[in-house]
């Protein structure tokens, strides 16, 4: 039951990390609290045995590390809405390119 739950909670984790790093680091809470929750239930397993064991605190650590990179960039990294004009200009004036080649290749035919 103690190597089930932790490598469960480690294969989660090591996705949170993975996740807080991509462009999808929203995300990255689910397998964190999963890992938080195999965190503790291995917690409580330990406790009944008497063991302290260091894969327990490698864990929390891990844990500690994706949820503070994921927090990090949520909450202090910023989404920029650019100038929609610009981009609506360009797009109207290929739109307008598109329809000159056109014209262009029935003129010719």
Do not use: H, W
């Amino acid at each position: 039951m103690k190597k089930t739950v932790s490598i469960f909670a480690f294969a989660s984790i090591i996705l949170a990390l993975i996740l807080s790093i991509l462009p999808i680091y929203i995300i990255a809470y689910i397998p964190a609290v999963i890992g938080i929750v195999c965190a503790f239930v291995l917690c409580k397993i330990n406790q009944k045995s008497n063991t302290n064991s260091t894969t327990f605190k490698v864990l929390v650590f891990l844990i500690v590390a994706s949820l503070s990179i994921t927090s990090y960039r949520v909450f202090l990294t910023t989404s920029e809405v650019s100038d929609t004009k610009n981009i609506q200009q360009k797009e109207q004036q290929s739109e307008e390119e598109a329809i000159e080649e056109l014209e262009g290749l029935e003129l010719e035919e």
